[in-house]
């Protein structure tokens, strides 16, 4: 058995490149069972990341009582995490939702839900008679599944007609599906996880995979370990372990200051032109801007980056080597890079750097814009962060009018005169007092979004309604007027798709606790009750459970990029996830797209015209046709321009936050298992040692950090990032404490700003001020095991768990799953439109 708090990746299945990851299959059943202790495994696939691994729900007497990592699944191989080991399920039976709670003379109290869906209903109603569908906003998720954000599109575009709807995929891969239009017209993964197997070298770009996707990390560390090793380049402020394994691999770890990405990316594109490591052959026949890209990075020398990044110029020029002369180049992108003022245009760069080498399209060579949360692909794709559904283009009028055609309504209807109204502007009509009723489901904006303060004010405005739909009675839910309990993971069925687009199906596996209804089943009681009808007085929502939305949504995806009319809910039985696009063409879906250099930007088909990188102002489709990009992939350029808020003699620092390996986000499910709350209990600040000690402080001090606009008040550790940077998690609300409720969360710090592009807020870089307030008994409640391993680990008790996972490696190495062949010569193009 292995402990894997203590071993977060699990036991090494070294092998050789080009060779199959081998099968570990890790399981983790409640304390004192046995396999033969269960009922029934239910086939499944973890939500508490992106990386979608494939797992069999255990169930014994109507109740989930572990979980198993799926052999034969393409993503996992058998593996799970420490969050998916323990976090996935162990919440099931505590404190749930389990009736609607309505809000009366102030305080929430028990209803039931003709009570609670009257009450949204009539409001709903007044509104629309009084000011219209612009009264109305959504503010979901990136953990609905796809039939629940496929429904939520077409009753907020269809039904209500308004553009005020938006998921938290804003603050998490708003960024991922600018950076993949501005480059190749649409969004859509190129890579595959397969490209781990065949890479010569692997960038990961403000990525903490070891912490955030430690499946996938584990399948990087197997080639790490085995013969003919890639080499590993991290550029990330702190010393993470991505960053540690960067040396150890012979490769790099460039620690640039938060919020200078694109100068040291326009650093590394400028070194790969100097020394002409450019397939001018590719950059020709399938790129656009090269000339224009050329001029815009010919200033920042590895000097003039050195000094704004406060990097090794001869670090820099040591990373840019690697990229221009390994054979194959596999490359991540993730928060450090999207939640950063020049998000889109720095994610851009890693997309130009893979163009100018060709490395796109074939094994090995993958791009990877990550996505954060289990389900946000399908956010995307489905239309409930606003965009069209099917990756179709708002500007676009033959595009609104497929959908209109689709739903048979009229596309006046549809939202189309202006672009969807993204989260951070959906908050500010909320606090303008334009959107009056606001329905929030599956997230926690009272912890999420940047600068609480302010959105505790927005929350309590008499004049807003505000409806929360979650599975707990979370930081948000004490704000609302109705709160709608939800099923969860486990206790519904749908479907969703991970990073490298590999669709699963999640069945049900136990009742939901009580009352509680599953997403799906609350939006369609809604549509019912409201009676949306369409053009021909017919019901405008014609399913009435998952299968039967999934198979509507098949419709809405035919001939587009994300094409599932070759999936069903029996197809996805049985075996492994299947990676879209997968139709008549491709029967077994596709591992990687772009195989032919030929890109989704033919004005016909592109999802966006496109953006300045710099001024986010957006291209007419007039100016876009006129280029005549017709296949082609756009090298984007932009200027460095610094942040908007800098380190000043009043505010010294900057203050980055973001993950822990034990935590989910808010913690409504992490922090209900033992084991991961033990592991990180509580907030901790990681300061440099050099900063510590000039501020006095040592291990386990409290100290106060704040910001213009709140402050966080928490042990530090004493760590080993760079100097001049405050790491702050942003996990830590308060639902689970009796302290200081409003000095906790990393958000009481950040500010209300956004990339210009992908409007994605600016989490990584804040100016704040640390003090000492106090003297600590005992070292900060953070993880050794991480990026918060102290710089001093004496003193410091390891972090770890119990023995309790079994892994059991493959003897014989792994069952091959079916070949996916690359999607080759298809991207969709008008003439080939369904
Ligand atoms: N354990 C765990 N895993 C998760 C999640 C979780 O909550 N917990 N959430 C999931 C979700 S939704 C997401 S979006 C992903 C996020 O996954 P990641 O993006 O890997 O996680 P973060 O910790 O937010 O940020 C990554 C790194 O960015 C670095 N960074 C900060 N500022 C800068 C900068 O200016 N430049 C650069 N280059 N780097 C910078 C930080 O030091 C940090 O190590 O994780 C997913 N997986
Ligand atoms: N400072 C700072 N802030 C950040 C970030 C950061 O790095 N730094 N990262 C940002 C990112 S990338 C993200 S993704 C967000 C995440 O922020 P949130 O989305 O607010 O975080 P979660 O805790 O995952 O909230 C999801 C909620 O949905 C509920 N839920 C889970 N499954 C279901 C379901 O099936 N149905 C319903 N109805 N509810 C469900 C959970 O109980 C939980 O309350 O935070 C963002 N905020
Ligand atoms: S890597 Fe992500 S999807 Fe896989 S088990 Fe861990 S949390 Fe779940
Ligand atoms: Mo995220």
């Given at each position: 058995?292995?402990?894997?708090?203590?071993?977060?990746?699990?036991?090494?299945?070294?092998?050789?490149?080009?060779?199959?990851?081998?099968?570990?299959?890790?399981?983790?059943?409640?304390?004192?069972?046995?396999?033969?202790?269960?009922?029934?495994?239910?086939?499944?696939?973890?939500?508490?990341?992106?990386?979608?691994?494939?797992?069999?729900?255990?169930?014994?007497?109507?109740?989930?009582?572990?979980?198993?990592?799926?052999?034969?699944?393409?993503?996992?191989?058998?593996?799970?995490?420490?969050?998916?080991?323990?976090?996935?399920?162990?919440?099931?039976?505590?404190?749930?939702?389990?009736?609607?709670?309505?809000?009366?003379?102030?305080?929430?109290?028990?209803?039931?839900?003709?009570?609670?869906?009257?009450?949204?209903?009539?409001?709903?109603?007044?509104?629309?008679?009084?000011?219209?569908?612009?009264?109305?906003?959504?503010?979901?998720?990136?953990?609905?599944?796809?039939?629940?954000?496929?429904?939520?599109?077409?009753?907020?575009?269809?039904?209500?007609?308004?553009?005020?709807?938006?998921?938290?995929?804003?603050?998490?891969?708003?960024?991922?599906?600018?950076?993949?239009?501005?480059?190749?017209?649409?969004?859509?993964?190129?890579?595959?996880?397969?490209?781990?197997?065949?890479?010569?070298?692997?960038?990961?770009?403000?990525?903490?995979?070891?912490?955030?996707?430690?499946?996938?990390?584990?399948?990087?560390?197997?080639?790490?370990?085995?013969?003919?090793?890639?080499?590993?380049?991290?550029?990330?402020?702190?010393?993470?372990?991505?960053?540690?394994?960067?040396?150890?691999?012979?490769?790099?770890?460039?620690?640039?200051?938060?919020?200078?990405?694109?100068?040291?990316?326009?650093?590394?594109?400028?070194?790969?032109?100097?020394?002409?490591?450019?397939?001018?052959?590719?950059?020709?026949?399938?790129?656009?801007?090269?000339?224009?890209?050329?001029?815009?990075?010919?200033?920042?020398?590895?000097?003039?980056?050195?000094?704004?990044?406060?990097?090794?110029?001869?670090?820099?020029?040591?990373?840019?080597?690697?990229?221009?002369?390994?054979?194959?180049?596999?490359?991540?992108?993730?928060?450090?890079?999207?939640?950063?003022?020049?998000?889109?245009?720095?994610?851009?760069?890693?997309?130009?750097?893979?163009?100018?080498?060709?490395?796109?399209?074939?094994?090995?060579?993958?791009?990877?814009?990550?996505?954060?949360?289990?389900?946000?692909?399908?956010?995307?794709?489905?239309?409930?962060?606003?965009?069209?559904?099917?990756?179709?283009?708002?500007?676009?009028?033959?595009?609104?009018?497929?959908?209109?055609?689709?739903?048979?309504?009229?596309?006046?209807?549809?939202?189309?005169?202006?672009?969807?109204?993204?989260?951070?502007?959906?908050?500010?009509?909320?606090?303008?007092?334009?959107?009056?009723?606001?329905?929030?489901?599956?997230?926690?904006?009272?912890?999420?979004?940047?600068?609480?303060?302010?959105?505790?004010?927005?929350?309590?405005?008499?004049?807003?309604?505000?409806?929360?739909?979650?599975?707990?009675?979370?930081?948000?839910?004490?704000?609302?007027?109705?709160?709608?309990?939800?099923?969860?993971?486990?206790?519904?069925?749908?479907?969703?798709?991970?990073?490298?687009?590999?669709?699963?199906?999640?069945?049900?596996?136990?009742?939901?606790?009580?009352?509680?209804?599953?997403?799906?089943?609350?939006?369609?009681?809604?549509?019912?009750r409201m009676d949306f009808r369409d053009r021909d007085g017919q019901p405008l929502v014609t399913w009435s459970d998952p299968e039967g939305a999934f198979e509507a949504w098949k419709e809405c995806s035919r001939g587009r990029l994300c094409d599932y009319t070759g999936l069903s809910y029996d197809k996805l039985r049985g075996g492994s996830g299947i990676p879209w696009p997968c139709d008549d063409e491709h029967p077994e879906g596709s591992d990687r797209l772009y195989a032919d250099g030929v890109f989704p930007t033919h004005p016909d088909v592109c999802e966006d015209y496109g953006h300045d990188l710099l001024t986010g102002g957006t291209t007419s489709p007039e100016r876009y046709k006129a280029q005549r990009p017709d296949g082609r992939a756009f090298l984007k350029a932009a200027e460095y321009a610094p942040p908007p808020e800098q380190p000043d003699e009043e505010y010294p620092f900057v203050c980055t936050t973001g993950r822990t390996v034990?935590?989910?986000?808010?913690?409504?499910?992490?922090?209900?298992?033992?084991?991961?709350?033990?592991?990180?209990?509580?907030?901790?600040?990681?300061?440099?040692?050099?900063?510590?000690?000039?501020?006095?402080?040592?291990?386990?001090?409290?100290?106060?950090?704040e910001s213009r606009r709140g402050r966080v008040e928490a042990p530090a550790r004493v760590g080993r990032g760079r100097d001049g940077v405050v790491f702050v998690p942003f996990h830590y609300g308060y639902w689970d404490t009796g302290g200081d409720r409003h000095a906790r969360a990393a958000n009481e710090l950040t500010a209300t700003e956004w990339d210009p592009v992908s409007k994605q807020p600016l989490f990584k870089i804040a100016a704040v001020r640390v003090t000492r307030i106090g003297g600590g008994t005992r070292p900060a409640p953070a993880p050794t095991t991480?990026?918060?391993?102290?710089?001093?680990?004496?003193?410091?008790?390891?972090?770890?768990?119990?023995?309790?996972?079994?892994?059991?490696?493959?003897?014989?190495?792994?069952?091959?799953?079916?070949?996916?062949?690359?999607?080759?010569?298809?991207?969709?193009?008008?003439?080939?439109?369904?």
């Amino acid at each position: 058995m292995a402990d894997r708090i203590a071993d977060i990746w699990g036991a090494r299945t070294p092998h050789a490149k080009d060779a199959p990851w081998p099968v570990r299959v890790d399981l983790h059943l409640d304390r004192g069972l046995a396999e033969s202790d269960v009922d029934r495994w239910v086939q499944s696939a973890c939500v508490l990341c992106s990386n979608g691994c494939g797992c069999d729900i255990a169930v014994r007497d109507g109740r989930v009582v572990g979980v198993r990592g799926r052999a034969s699944d393409v993503v996992n191989h058998g593996r799970l995490g420490p969050k998916g080991l323990y976090g996935s399920w162990q919440w099931n039976g505590s404190d749930r939702l389990t009736r609607p709670l309505v809000r009366r003379g102030g305080v929430l109290v028990e209803a039931d839900w003709d009570t609670a869906m009257d009450l949204v209903v009539r409001r709903s109603r007044e509104l629309l008679d009084e000011v219209g569908p612009l009264s109305h906003g959504f503010y979901t998720s990136g953990q609905l599944f796809l039939e629940e954000y496929y429904t939520l599109g077409v009753i907020g575009k269809a039904g209500l007609g308004t553009p005020h709807m938006d998921g938290n995929t804003r603050l998490c891969t708003a960024t991922a599906a600018a950076a993949l239009k501005e480059s190749f017209g649409s969004d859509g993964q190129p890579g595959s996880y397969s490209d781990v197997e065949s890479c010569d070298a692997i960038f990961l770009f403000g990525h903490n995979m070891a912490e955030t996707q430690t499946v996938l990390w584990a399948r990087v560390l197997d080639r790490l370990h085995g013969p003919d090793r890639p080499v590993v380049v991290a550029v990330d402020p702190r010393r993470t372990k991505v960053a540690e394994a960067a040396v150890e691999s012979g490769g790099v770890h460039l620690a640039p200051l938060p919020g200078t990405n694109q100068a040291l990316m326009n650093g590394l594109v400028r070194e790969l032109i100097a020394h002409d490591w450019v397939d001018h052959g590719y950059v020709a026949a399938h790129t656009l801007g090269y000339d224009d890209l050329a001029a815009t990075v010919e200033p920042y020398t590895p000097e003039h980056v050195a000094g704004i990044c406060r990097v090794d110029p001869d670090e820099l020029r040591r990373a840019a080597r690697i990229f221009g002369t390994s054979g194959r180049v596999l490359s991540t992108v993730l928060q450090g890079f999207y939640q950063s003022h020049q998000a889109t245009a720095a994610s851009c760069q890693v997309n130009n750097l893979h163009l100018l080498r060709g490395l796109i399209g074939r094994p090995g060579c993958g791009v990877l814009q990550m996505n954060g949360q289990p389900t946000a692909q399908n956010t995307r794709e489905a239309g409930a962060n606003g965009d069209l559904p099917g990756f179709r283009n708002w500007d676009n009028p033959e595009h609104v009018r497929e959908l209109a055609e689709l739903w048979n309504v009229d596309p006046l209807t549809i939202p189309h005169w202006a672009p969807p109204t993204h989260a951070m502007q959906l908050w500010r009509y909320a606090e303008q007092g334009s959107i009056r009723f606001l329905w929030i489901s599956a997230t926690n904006p009272a912890v999420s979004l940047p600068e609480l303060p302010r959105i505790r004010d927005v929350l309590a405005k008499d004049d807003l309604f505000v409806v929360v739909q979650d599975g707990f009675r979370t930081e948000t839910a004490e704000h609302a007027d109705v709160v709608l309990p939800a099923a969860l993971w486990g206790e519904k069925q749908g479907t969703f798709t991970n990073v490298n687009r590999t669709v699963h199906l999640s069945e049900k596996a136990v009742e939901p606790p009580g009352e509680a209804r599953s997403d799906l089943d609350i939006f369609l009681d809604y549509a019912r009750r409201m009676d949306f009808r369409d053009r021909d007085g017919q019901p405008l929502v014609t399913w009435s459970d998952p299968e039967g939305a999934f198979e509507a949504w098949k419709e809405c995806s035919r001939g587009r990029l994300c094409d599932y009319t070759g999936l069903s809910y029996d197809k996805l039985r049985g075996g492994s996830g299947i990676p879209w696009p997968c139709d008549d063409e491709h029967p077994e879906g596709s591992d990687r797209l772009y195989a032919d250099g030929v890109f989704p930007t033919h004005p016909d088909v592109c999802e966006d015209y496109g953006h300045d990188l710099l001024t986010g102002g957006t291209t007419s489709p007039e100016r876009y046709k006129a280029q005549r990009p017709d296949g082609r992939a756009f090298l984007k350029a932009a200027e460095y321009a610094p942040p908007p808020e800098q380190p000043d003699e009043e505010y010294p620092f900057v203050c980055t936050t973001g993950r822990t390996v034990y935590h989910f986000h808010t913690r409504t499910k992490t922090g209900r298992s033992r084991q991961l709350r033990r592991a990180a209990p509580e907030p901790w600040v990681e300061l440099s040692a050099r900063d510590a000690a000039a501020l006095g402080v040592t291990e386990g001090d409290l100290v106060r950090v704040e910001s213009r606009r709140g402050r966080v008040e928490a042990p530090a550790r004493v760590g080993r990032g760079r100097d001049g940077v405050v790491f702050v998690p942003f996990h830590y609300g308060y639902w689970d404490t009796g302290g200081d409720r409003h000095a906790r969360a990393a958000n009481e710090l950040t500010a209300t700003e956004w990339d210009p592009v992908s409007k994605q807020p600016l989490f990584k870089i804040a100016a704040v001020r640390v003090t000492r307030i106090g003297g600590g008994t005992r070292p900060a409640p953070a993880p050794t095991t991480t990026a918060s391993a102290p710089h001093d680990p004496a003193g410091v008790p390891a972090t770890a768990g119990e023995d309790d996972v079994r892994e059991d490696v493959a003897p014989t190495g792994p069952p091959t799953p079916p070949p996916v062949p690359d999607r080759t010569p298809t991207v969709p193009h008008p003439a080939s439109k369904g």
